[in-house]
């Protein structure tokens, strides 16, 4: 018997380990718990309701008063007059904040436009034009390019002419130069040969002469037939460069030439004139001279020729490759254009439109809500029983200066709390439902006035807002109790998350943003605290995103970690 209690208890406690264990195994290999749950940014529609209870009554009169002071410019009603929904009984003088109402309701159809543009994408002919417009800059850019083809062309041929032109000016100087010295060396022999002052003279400047026209440092009583056989010198130059006649050598033959002419010049007008000179001496003497000057002057025009060229050419070549540059400039502009048009808008260039249009429309609505202060307009389909507005009055804020008993049987009293009054104005729908009806009957109404001052309700400050039915409903009966919802603002295809997924720190609100969004290239695990701003809060928990997040962006739920 102890045995089997033995082994029984054995088998007992092997089967405790044998659980023990696979429970240990699957505890500790279980996979964790997930940290966040995230949710999807999307597109909607916002919708603002200010949901309050309140009883039906029988209609009374509704007073109406202006809720700011100003001048009273129109007053057509009197008392006993009907008067429909909508229509102004009265206004001050608003034409300036009229005019600003019809730019901001223009600035949002611009804006309006521009997104309609972006979602639809480029335009064909918007393509087309733009492809056109690259191949234009392409075609001027080609032009650019010929034309400073041409201009080094032109500026080559150009600039050869004018040193052909003066390599044959220098040839004709040397003639020039021979014949000069061949006629001074006739009036040497003839009447200077001897040793004397003048003899002497006129040696020199020979001699100074033939070394630079000829090369002979020993010319100064050179024959003719001697000077005939020298090459040096300038004469050298000018042959030499016959030979070889680039622009360089030319240059240095026009300096050479130039000079040796200026040495001729001299030897010429070293010559005395004396009673010894014949007059065909004289008459020779005077033809050398103006030989010389006029070659002189010839090859002075033949360098500055080639430097003007030179100067031409470079302002042509160098607005040619101005043109290019800015050929290629306007060819990359264009083609990027082109790229713009092709590819499309981009889901940011989307997003900041809509941004926009939301500033536009929010613009608007700040002005229209001013200019709404400045007219009385009937809320409902009724009868005029007190009329004390007053053209050229000045009004007095939130006094009643208009009365009008409605046409409608039944109304609605409700007081809306202070946290809440501020999204409501006169004009606003509502949806009524009453207790007797159940939820699924729905009578429409509208806000027809709002107290000016406030009630205590329980401790609450709250105000008292009437309410009309707008349309008549022989199952509505006084002192029924109503559930009012009323549309105080709207917005539609937002970007929209929950309002449970915001933080809020100092005044500024946050998500955490999913950490493969934040920064696709990182490896942290944990979510990024991303800024956003916010706008409209919707009755269904959702509230409006106006920057900071897109569409598909995936965010942490509950703003932190699943507790």
Do not use: W
Not at 212 to 231: C, E, I, Q, W
Not at 363 to 371: D, E, F, K
């Amino acid at each position: 018997m102890l045995n089997k209690l033995k082994k029984r208890s054995t088998i007992i406690i092997l089967i405790i380990a044998i659980a023990a264990a696979i429970g240990g195994y699957f505890y500790f290999t279980k996979e964790p718990a997930a940290k966040y749950e995230f949710t999807e940014v999307t597109r909607g529609n916002i919708i603002q309701e200010v949901s309050v209870t309140g009883k039906v009554q029988p209609a009374q009169k509704v007073e109406l008063s202006f809720e700011k002071s100003g001048k009273i410019t129109q007053a057509g009603f009197k008392v006993g007059d009907q008067v429909k929904t909508g229509q102004i009984l009265a206004a001050l003088e608003n034409a300036d904040i009229n005019a600003q109402v019809m730019q901001a309701r223009a600035g949002v159809q611009a804006q309006q436009a521009k997104l309609d543009e972006l979602r639809k994408g480029t335009r064909p002919e918007e393509i087309q034009s733009a492809r056109i417009a690259a191949e234009n800059a392409q075609k001027s850019l080609d032009n650019a390019n010929n034309d400073l083809q041409n201009a080094k062309n032109s500026a080559d041929t150009n600039l050869k002419s004018d040193y052909d032109s003066a390599l044959s000016e220098c040839a004709e100087a040397v003639n020039i130069g021979m014949d000069a010295l061949f006629a001074i060396t006739d009036i040497q022999y003839d009447h200077f040969a001897a040793y004397d002052q003048n003899s002497a003279q006129v040696e020199s400047a020979k001699a100074s002469a033939v070394y630079s026209f000829l090369g002979n440092a020993n010319g100064g009583r050179a024959t003719k037939d001697a000077l005939n056989s020298m090459t040096g010198g300038a004469k050298k130059s000018v042959q030499d460069t016959q030979n070889s006649p680039s622009q360089q050598n030319i240059d240095n033959a026009l300096v050479d030439i130039n000079s040796s002419l200026q040495n001729i010049k001299n030897a010429l007008n070293a010559i005395p004139i004396t009673s010894d000179l014949s007059s065909t001496d004289t008459a020779s003497l005077s033809t050398q001279k103006n030989n010389i000057n006029t070659e002189l002057s010839a090859i002075s025009s033949s360098q500055q020729a080639i430097a003007v060229q030179r100067t031409t050419n470079q302002t042509s070549i160098a607005a040619a490759e101005s043109a290019i540059i800015t050929a290629k400039n306007n060819l990359a502009s264009a083609q990027a254009n082109l790229n713009i048009k092709l590819a499309g808008s981009t889901s940011e260039e989307v997003s900041a439109q809509e941004a926009q249009v939301r500033q536009a429309q929010a613009n608007l609505a700040n002005i229209q809500s001013t200019y709404s202060k400045t007219v009385i307009q009937a809320p409902v389909d009724g009868t005029i029983t007190l009329q004390d507005a007053k053209k050229g009055e000045m009004s007095t804020p939130n006094k009643t200066v208009i009365s009008i008993i409605s046409n409608a049987q039944f109304e609605i009293e409700a007081n809306v709390p202070e946290a809440d009054i501020a999204k409501v104005k006169i004009g606003d729908s509502a949806n009524v439902t009453l207790d007797a009806y159940g939820a699924g009957n729905n009578f429409p109404a509208k806000v027809v006035s709002i107290d000016p001052g406030e009630t205590i309700v329980e401790g609450v400050a709250t105000y008292k807002t009437t309410f009309q039915f707008t349309a008549e409903d022989n199952r509505i009966k006084s002192g029924m109790t109503a559930n009012i919802d009323i549309l105080s603002d709207s917005r539609e295809n937002v970007v929209i998350v929950p309002q449970r997924a915001i933080i809020t720190k100092n005044a500024d609100k946050f998500v955490l943003l999913a950490p493969d969004q934040a920064n696709p290239d990182a490896s942290q695990l944990e979510p990024v605290e991303t800024k956003i701003e916010t706008g409209l809060k919707g009755s269904d928990g959702n509230i409006e995103i106006t920057s900071g997040l897109k569409e598909g962006d995936k965010i942490v739920s509950f703003g932190g970690a699943a507790q």
